[in-house]
C-alpha cells in the first residue's frame, strides 16, 4: 500500500486537517457543548415525587424541607433527595407472610412466623393470633430522621403490644367474644408507643387475620366451643320464649284492668242517670201529684200485662157485670198486652 493513500503516514497533516476541521465547525461544537452543559445541569438539579409519595429535601445532610408529588428543582450534588411512601395505606403482617395476592391468595408459615403468632392469655393458656398492622407514615421527618430502623422498631412495638393485650384476656375471650375489644385497645397502645418514639407512623386499625388454639388442643377446644354455642343457643329460647310470654300476660292482665275500669264508670254513670231520673220524676210528682200517679200507674201497666199473658180480670166492686171473655193481647201486637 502506499504511504500516500494511509492518514497516519503524516501525523503533522492529520494534526493540521483537524485543526483545520475543528476553526471550521468550531461554534457548533461549542453550541453543543454548551447545550450539553446545560442538559446534564438540568437533569442534575430536576426530581421528579411521585403521587403515593413526598420527598424529603436534605442539604449536606440537613433536614431543609418537605415535597408534594409533582416536579421540584434542587442544588446539584449538594441536596439529596428521599422519597417516602407517604401517601400510601402500608401493612406490615404478623404470624403469616402472603406470597402471591388475588383470587386465591398464597400465605406462607414459618417457625419466624408461628413465634410470632403464639401467645399466652390471661388464664395461662396458649392461643395462636395473627394479624395485620394497616398505617402510614404521618410525618416523613421523624420517619427518616428521629428512628434509626423504622421498620424494625414497627415490628417489635407491634409484637410487644399485641402479647401485652392479650395477656389480659383468657383464651374463650380471645378466639370468640372478646376480639373486637383486643384489636381496639391493640390500636390505641401501638398509636400512643408510636407516638412517644417519633416514629412519624400512624396506625390506622389492627386486623385480625385468625385466632384459634394450637393444633394439639384444637379438638377439646372444638367440644368446648360447641357446648358454649348450645348453652347460648338455650338461653336465647329461653328469653325468646320470656319476651314472648310476659308482654302477652301484661296485656292480658291491662285488658282485665281496662275493663273493670270500664264496667265501673259505666255502673256510676248509670247510677247517676237513675238518681237523676228520680229527682227529675220527683219534681213533676211534687208538682202534680194525681197526674204523675197515674201516669205512672198506666206505664207500669203497659209494662207489666204484655208480659202476663191470657189472663181475666174481674173487679170485685162491678157487681151485676158480665166480664167479658176475650185475649188481653188481641191486637196489641206481636207482645200482646191490654191498654
Known amino acids: 500500500m502506499d504511504d500516500r493513500d494511509n492518514p ?3 501525523p503533522q497533516e492529520s494534526i493540521d486537517a483537524a485543526k483545520t476541521a475543528y476553526k471550521k465547525h468550531s461554534p457548533v461544537i461549542k453550541f453543543l ?41 434542587k442544588i446539584p450534588v449538594i441536596d439529596t433527595v428521599q422519597r417516602v411512601k407517604a401517601k400510601r395505606q402500608l401493612k406490615k403482617e404478623f404470624g403469616f407472610r402472603t406470597e402471591s395476592a388475588g383470587v386465591k391468595s398464597a400465605f ?19 392461643a395462636i393470633v395473627e394479624w395485620i398492622v394497616h398505617y402510614r407514615i404521618k410525618d416523613p421527618y421523624q420517619y427518616v430522621f428521629k428512628v434509626r430502623n423504622v421498620e424494625p422498631t414497627l415490628q417489635a412495638l407491634s409484637e410487644a403490644t399485641m402479647r401485652s393485650v392479650v395477656g389480659d384476656y ?11 375489644e383486643i384489636l381496639e385497645k391493640a ?3 401501638l398509636a400512643e408507643l408510636c407516638d412517644r418514639y417519633e416514629t412519624g407512623i400512624a396506625i390506622q386499625r389492627i ?16 367440644e368446648v366451643n360447641q357446648a ?31 275493663e273493670a275500669e270500664g264496667y265501673a264508670i259505666e255502673r256510676v254513670n248509670n247510677a247517676r242517670g237513675e238518681v237523676e231520673r228520680f229527682l227529675a220524676l220527683q219534681k213533676e210528682y211534687a208538682r202534680a201529684p194525681n197526674v204523675t200517679r197515674t201516669r205512672l200507674y198506666l206505664e207500669t201497666l203497659n209494662t ?12 170485685e166492686g162491678a157487681k151485676g157485670v158480665v166480664p167479658m171473655l176475650f185475649p188481653l193481647n188481641r191486637g196489641l201486637g206481636q207482645e200482646g198486652g191490654a191498654r
Request: overall charge positive.
Open 33 to 73: 457543548f454548551v447545550i450539553a452543559v446545560i442538559g446534564l445541569g438540568i437533569a442534575a438539579t430536576y426530581y421528579q415525587v411521585n403521587p403515593d409519595e413526598v420527598g424529603v429535601l436534605t442539604r449536606f445532610g440537613k433536614f431543609v424541607r418537605t415535597a408534594e408529588p409533582g416536579p421540584h428543582f
Open 228 to 258: 358454649e354455642q348450645e348453652s347460648e343457643r338455650m338461653q336465647n329460647e329461653a328469653w325468646a320464649k320470656y319476651n314472648k310470654e310476659i308482654p302477652k300476660a301484661r296485656g292480658e292482665a291491662q285488658q282485665v284492668l281496662q
Open 187 to 189: 390500636r390505641l397502645k
Open 304 to 315: 207489666v200485662l204484655p208480659k202476663a199473658g191470657k189472663k181475666i180480670f174481674v173487679d
Open 108 to 126: 406462607r408459615r414459618d417457625i419466624m412466623s408461628t413465634k410470632e403468632s403464639m401467645m399466652l392469655t390471661g388464664d395461662l393458656n396458649v
Open 170 to 180: 383468657s383464651v374463650t375471650e380471645v378466639l370468640t367474644r372478646g376480639r373486637e
Open 8 to 10: 497516519f503516514s503524516n
Open 207 to 222: 386486623e385480625l387475620k385468625d385466632s384459634a388454639p394450637p393444633d394439639a388442643v384444637k379438638p377439646s377446644f372444638n
